[in-house]
């Protein structure tokens, strides 16, 4: 992904179009790495989000509205205390690189006219966010640093701001980038840009040299060609007032993965968009949420793993000792047998041949003694084993029993953590496998949440809520459903209870379909790639709890089947 000076340029003069002269109305912090502020301006309110994670640092207008934690971190109040109110002046890249600057007019405590900067540094894992006063001393930072070798800067609160050392010429140094081109040997001429000049993304110093007219695989260069590598060069860092300028995404099954400036020509098929901060949504929106998801449940599964083994470990123990007990006869058998043939065994002896009237032929089978105890005594001892082997089959079938609902529960929880993605399900799930014995409670480190939202869709006039957890599934079943709504779940595959609220009409074939349609997305079939699953529907009226007395667990009668494609139906979603 091309996040380099001329990409993140052009963008930074998109989002300045909106943001020049708007007014800050709030400042949230969704994620430990990531700000979002409310910027009020041209009649309208957009989410400004800025984000230095390490792996997918962005900035861009609107995007995914998050839900943000009942306890600000101290950069947000630090950000709320300085930056609300205030008014964004201009965002602007400082010193030629991957920095953006947003000039910020605000009010101090004693109501007086302040300026400060917040910089937002996109340079992968040394992004970073700072809040920086008018004569350049560090007011607070996002992530603190007390000194990097790398970066030779210090970026603490009281520090004194520098921008990062720069070895390398910056784009708009026309004369040394002609000079340094006049030295290139061959050997690769994007690898040589990229290597001289800050800033370049290996794809934008390829689509420079194709439109400079220049092989990449040139053993050296003109100065005609220096010359259109310079200005072709300079026409990318202000591509905007430029008739290139073509926003674009490349776009595949798998998701939009890059965004361009322009149709860069190794990469055919590329989808134009209006604006490039579009692109930066499409492409990054998505895919953050999927590494937020991972980061945060990885716990979690690891949790889900680790109980899971422990349940089918115990469950293999106790079905051997269940084979064990398939003896349990044969030792009441064997104590009969040498009791009833007490007078032709002696003390001693230690085999006993005895006929088996317990069969019609009455063989003749061998008994193993202990020749230290008397043929009563031998007698007792397989009476107490067959006591002990009777006693363990009803112990251990009643703890298959409740083993097999264990993991049956467990298994459901599956799906949850593949669509879980606020931190409100998160801490759901995270109750529930506490609840199971999976993770360790630990009040100190519990976080407060409110109770999470369903997935809401709107059909014809027709409401469907998707319940992504075992929590939200019985609560949507049995406290907020009525007698007369749809109920829809995958038949014999754990996934999400779906909702259609009827409200008294007569569900139309169209909502009851796409219903099915949307519980097989959120199921474990889904993930298990099939191709069409069926779903059973019926009244709520007919659900009721599972005997187990589990969260989400039911059993159901008077039931229809229908067999769906998955389809997330993405266009119905309440917004």
């Known amino acids: 992904m091309p996040n380099d000076y001329i990409t993140l340029k052009a963008l930074v003069e998109e989002i300045n179009a909106f943001v020049q002269g708007g007014k800050i109305d709030r400042i949230n912090m969704p994620e430990k790495d990531e700000i979002s502020l409310v910027v009020r301006n041209m009649g309208q309110n957009r989410l400004l989000n800025i984000s230095c994670n390490a792996n997918n640092p962005r900035l861009h207008l609107d995007g995914d509205k998050k839900s943000n934690p009942l306890t600000a971190p101290s950069f947000c109040m630090h950000l709320r205390k300085h930056l609300s109110g205030g008014i964004i002046n201009a965002a602007t890249l400082l010193g030629e690189d991957r920095i953006v600057c947003f000039d910020i007019t605000a009010h101090n405590e004693m109501r007086d006219k ?99 007219g220049i092989d990449n695989n040139a053993a050296s260069l003109s100065q005609s060609e220096i010359s259109n590598v310079v200005n072709t060069l300079l026409e990318y860092c202000n591509i905007v007032n430029s008739p290139k300028y073509i926003p674009c995404a490349l776009v595949d099954d798998g998701g939009a993965s890059d965004f361009f400036v322009t149709k860069y020509v190794e990469f055919p098929n590329l989808k134009e968009l209006a604006t490039l901060n579009e692109a930066v949504v499409l492409c990054t929106v998505e895919k953050d949420r999927k590494e937020r998801r991972q980061d945060k449940t990885k716990y979690l599964i690891k949790a889900y793993n680790s109980h899971k083994k422990k349940i089918l470990n115990k469950l293999e123990k106790d079905k051997a000792k269940l084979a064990e007990c398939q003896y349990t006869q044969d030792m009441k058998k064997y104590g009969d047998l040498i009791l009833s043939n007490a007078w032709a065994i002696k003390k001693g002896d230690k085999i006993a041949k005895v006929q088996d009237y317990y069969s019609p032929d009455c063989p003749q089978i061998e008994i193993k003694l202990d020749d230290k105890l008397t043929p009563q005594q031998n007698s007792q001892t397989y009476y107490k084993k067959y006591a002990k082997l009777k006693r363990t089959f009803a112990a251990v079938c009643q703890q298959i029993q409740k083993l097999e609902e264990e993991l049956q529960y467990l298994l459901s929880i599956a799906p949850s953590l593949e669509i879980c993605s606020t931190s409100d399900e998160i801490a759901e799930l995270e109750e529930e496998l506490t609840a ?45 459903a009525n007698g007369g709504d749809m109920w829809i779940h995958t038949k014999d595959a754990h996934g999400s209870h779906v909702i259609i609220f009827a409200e008294g009409r007569e569900i139309p074939d169209k909502v009851l379909e796409i219903g099915c349609e949307i519980a097989a997305y959120f199921s474990q079939c889904q993930k298990d790639g099939g191709s069409k699953i069926p779903c059973d529907y019926t009244q709520r009226r007919n659900i009721k709890r599972h005997p187990c007395g589990k969260l989400g667990m039911v059993i159901y009668s008077a039931y229809s089947t229908a067999t769906v494609v998955p389809n997330e139906h993405k266009e119905y979603l309440s917004k």
């Open 436 to 480: 199971l014995g999976a993770l360790r409670k630990n009040s100190r480190n519990k976080i407060k949440s409110k109770p999470s939202q369903p997935v809401a869709y709107e059909v014809d006039d027709f409401v469907i809520l998707v319940g992504k957890n075992n929590i939200q599934n019985d609560k949507l079943t049995f406290k907020v």
């Open 114 to 212: 302040v300026n400060l900067r917040l910089i937002a540094e996109m340079m992968g894992r040394y992004s970073n966010i700072l809040l920086v006063k008018q004569n350049d001393v560090i007011s607070d930072t996002l992530k603190q640093v007390s000194y990097d070798t790398m970066t030779k800067r210090c970026l603490l609160a009281g520090a004194k701001y520098q921008l990062p050392p720069q070895n390398k010429l910056l784009p708009t140094q026309k004369e040394e980038i002609s000079q340094a081109l006049a030295t290139y040997q061959g050997g690769g001429l994007a690898k040589f840009l990229i290597s001289n000049v800050s800033g370049l993304a290996l794809t934008s110093a390829r689509q420079i040299l194709y439109d400079s």
